[in-house]
């Protein structure tokens, strides 16, 4: 059995705040504010990932008033997602999402952040897309207000999908 789940974030952009996507901490004069890393990609992939699988949202596993979850690695979040998951037998078959950002370019972080995200959880790069996009000046992410981040994830039930040495990398 397959099934797609989809999910979606936004944060507020903020002074004084760490700018962390995928788990790369990247050097901009803003960061994301919110009660863990604010991480928007891993929360999008997150509820992705639970929503395929029928398992709720981010908001229900890790309430944001929760004070176990103040300041966390949104990479932890998503081990214990994993962690979730195969419990109940589902793997990833592939994940894609988008990061929406006015600035800063993120280009040059996009292969770091598919590789935490594919070590984490445990599937081949080859299986894992980030792309970044921008909103050309318009809403909230192109007056550089926030970061929104989408993400797509197909699962399958049952066993494993194949050894990931057939595959292309």
Known sequence: MNRVGTGYDLHRLAKNEDLILGGVKIEHHLGLRGHSDADVLVHALIDALLGAAALGDIGIHFPPGDPRFRGISSLELLKETRDMLSRERWHLINADSVIIAEKPLLAPYIEA?????????????????VKATTTEGLGVCGREEGIAAQAVVLLEKGGHPGPAGHEAK
């Open 113 to 129: 952040m598919r590789s935490n995200i594919a070590g984490i959880l445990a599937v081949p790069l080859c299986r894992v897309s």
